[in-house]
């Protein structure tokens, strides 16, 4: 083997949505990377034979199953090379050796504890016991001949190797933050498996970023939309960097979805550093905004409704995206065009759950992203945009600010979405069919589950079909509610998006709540694990949330008709100031990465069945998370103070409008961190 200067690692993308932040985790340990969509030819493989000492395979939204894997056997395998299958990947290397991939019986999706062999070199300086990431719906049966297991969740097989060869492959994700100790496995596969010398550190991005603004920009000028977050301010510096400022101009656009005086504080923040930032108020323009549609029809000149008139997240998401542009490209009409440039502080999670092809030639769509929606991408396309952070998770955007010198109250604020509010009111205008034909069937389960040790000291039948579902672990763990207040779930009639399995959900949100007759504290422990058993156990069900108050045992079957009016906006508006300002009194702020509130079209403790619903309820959503491509829940007593929750959700139900406060306590998967 040569010296490795030009060494590299293959990696091969199946549709994951975790691809780029696998690339990213071999890239830190200062080797180089080719990412290349899983059906490249061969002939196109053996180009980059020569420096190639090993192979990482995705995950993906696919099965793993023979088809699957004659991929590997046609291609990969005939490089000679250690690989390592993840996920999807896992179980195209378990199929190519003779193992059967079946669909599980229930879903897996969060963190669990495994067990692995430490004695094997991918898991070498690692303790027994890890905590890893699991998100899937299909799992290896049984396993080939050739294959030894080398980690194991239960009777699960987590992890293989063959018997003679340097193949593995991993059930969970190892390239995520929520697996503790993923950073080492990939050390170990590519400087222990592979061969590989340890490698420098990469060159210096905000360098390269400046290098790329230069030679894409060339002797224009560049007009830079800017919301006020980390990622456009530093956008902004190093644009003024790398240009200079008298060729940088600056906008923000109010779009009439911001929170409480953002706007204001947005400009006097921008200003403070420096910057000359031109105001649009284009509020009016945004809630009557509309766009093409999708398909055949866009040739037909057909309109969307008024985003004021959309109840479905994914149409409100690309007419918020398109509108931006619209702005933006009349503005760039009023100036020499030939003259300049867009630029947006685009980051990698955005184009990744857009589905975008510059992340992934297969990735699934989770939610689209405003500076990736249909028209941006024809900007893109004709090259009016530049994004020099395309490639930046956002730890890695809050690096860069820091070495550009911003302040660290500009750097470490809480993202807030490019479309605002406007995925924070969940919009419905009537009870969906789908609702009333499956809500019988989840809700029963969900109270089977919560009842399970009443029932099981019974014998009760009514398990039976529960019991197949469940490992051991579940098992034990249901049984520990006989020590807490008795637990009450009711499915909710609204829909929030989440990811599973590297695919886009559109489910159920459950709601838990106990007997405020018990007098006991609210179990924040066992509702967090509750909440992973019953999105696991539940398919139709992909985020859960404690609602404060006392029990509610029967479903809402009805729903406040909801819509982005500026009535609706307001009442969100007061909620998310209330909610923020507790959290900065208790000094609290940098305990969660982001928080979230959003509102739902609820009401809840009407005084009779006949009265209609007019209010609403709120949930607040604080998360744990580095890079936003996964996190956890924030849990009450662990990540913050009771104290603060309890006032949280104090001077929120205190508001006018607002029926019950909910605390989601869903993980990033299954549930998005927003909610549409």
């Known amino acids: 083997m040569d010296n490795g200067v030009d060494a590299q690692v293959l990696i091969v993308d199946a549709g994951a949505q975790y691809g780029q932040v696998i690339n990213r985790r071999i890239k830190e340990l200062g080797v180089s990377t080719v990412f290349l969509p899983l059906d490249t030819p061969f002939e196109d493989l053996q180009k980059y034979q020569p420096s190639l000492r090993g192979v990482v395979i995705s995950g993906g939204p696919s099965v793993g199953d023979a088809d699957a894997a004659q991929f590997l056997t046609n291609s990969i395998f005939k490089l000679n090379l250690p690989v390592l299958g993840i996920c999807l990947g896992h179980q195209m290397v378990c199929s190519a050796f003779g193992s059967t991939v079946d669909k ?55 992890g293989v190797k063959h018997s003679t060869l340097p193949i593995y492959g991993l059930q969970f994700h190892p390239e995520v933050d929520l697996t503790v100790n993923g950073r080492m496995i990939f050390r170990n596969f590519c400087y222990t498996i592979c061969g590989i010398p340890i490698g420098t550190a990469v060159r210096n991005r905000q360098q390269l970023c400046i290098e790329e603004i230069k030679a894409e920009v060339k002797d224009r000028n560049v007009l830079a939309l800017l919301s006020g977050g980390v990622d456009s301010t530093v956008l902004a510096a190093l644009l003024t960097k790398a240009l200079g400022p008298s060729r940088v101009l ?80 009349e503005m760039l009409a009023t100036l020499d065009k030939d003259k300049y440039v867009l630029a947006q502080g685009t980051l990698a999670p955005d184009l990744i759950e857009s589905g975008s092809k510059l992340s992934s030639a297969m990735a699934d769509t989770i939610k689209t992203h405003h500076n990736d929606s249909p028209m941006a991408r024809e900007f893109r396309a004709a090259g009016k945009i530049i994004e020099p952070l395309r490639t930046f998770y956002k730890d890695e955007v809050r690096q860069l600010g820091r070495e550009l010198q911003l302040p660290e109250e500009l750097i470490s604020r809480h993202p807030f979405p490019g479309p605002g509010l406007g995925p924070r009111v969940l919009c419905q205008s009537q009870m969906y069919p789908w609702y009333m034909e499956n809500y019988i069937e989840c809700n029963n389960k969900l109270n089977l ?50 990811v599973q399995g590297d695919q886009r959900s559109y489910s159920f ?95 809840f403790d009407r005084p009779t069945r006949y009265d209609p619903s007019t209010q609403h309820a709120v949930v607040i959503r604080p998360i744990t998370t580095r890079d936003f491509m996964t996190g956890a829940a924030a849990v009450p007593g662990k990540h913050l103070t009771m104290d603060c929750v309890t006032e949280m959700a104090k001077v929120v139900g205190e508001i006018a409008g607002i029926s019950r406060v909910l605390y989601d306590l869903t993980d990033k998967p299954p549930g998005t961190i927003e909610w549409e």
């Open 449 to 498: 589950i919560c009842s399970y040790h009443r029932l099981k000291a019974t014998q009760s039948q009514m398990l039976n079909s529960l019991e197949s579902q469940m490992n051991e672990t579940t098992r034990e763990f249901l049984m520990t509610l006989k020590d807490h207040p008795k637990i009450y779930a009711v499915l909710l009639p609204v829909r929030s998006v989440g």
């Open 104 to 158: 599980c019986v229930a879903r897996e999706d969060g963190t669990f504890g495994i067990k692995v062999d430490n004695t094997n070199p991918l898991f070498s300086g690692m303790r027994e016991d890890q905590q890893v990431l699991i998100t899937h719906g299909y799992a290896v049966a049984t396993l080939g001949p050739e294959l030894q297991t080398i980690a194991k969740l239960d009777n699960l097989v987590q």
């Open 250 to 329: 600056a906008v923000h656009i109010d779009n009439g979805l911001m929170r409480k005086n953002e706007s204001r504080m947005v400009m006097e923040a921008l200003k403070n550093i420096g910057l000359d930032v031109k105001l649009l108020e284009c509020g009016y323009r945004f809630l009557n905004g509309t766009t093409w549609t999708a398909g055949e029809v866009y040739l037909n000149n057909n309109r969307t409704d008024c985003l004021n008139c959309i109840v479905e997240p994914e149409q409100k998401r690309t007419i918020i995206g398109d509108v931006f542009m619209q702005v933006m490209g």
């Open 509 to 603: 949100a459950a709601a838990l709540t106990i007997d405020q007759e018990e007098s006991q504290a609210v179990p924040w422990e066992a509702l967090s694990y509750l909440t992973k058993v019953i999105t696991m156990l539940c398919p139709d069900v992909n985020r859960c949330c404690y609602m404060f108050g006392d029990k509610i045992e029967t479903p809402l079957k009805d729903i406040t008709p909801t819509y982005l009016t500026p009535r609706n906006l307001n009442r969100l508006r007061e909620a998310d100031a209330a909610v923020n300002a507790t959290l900065q009194k208790h000094g609290e702020i940098g305990s969660v990465a982001q928080m979230p509130v959003v509102l739902l079209p609820l009401h």
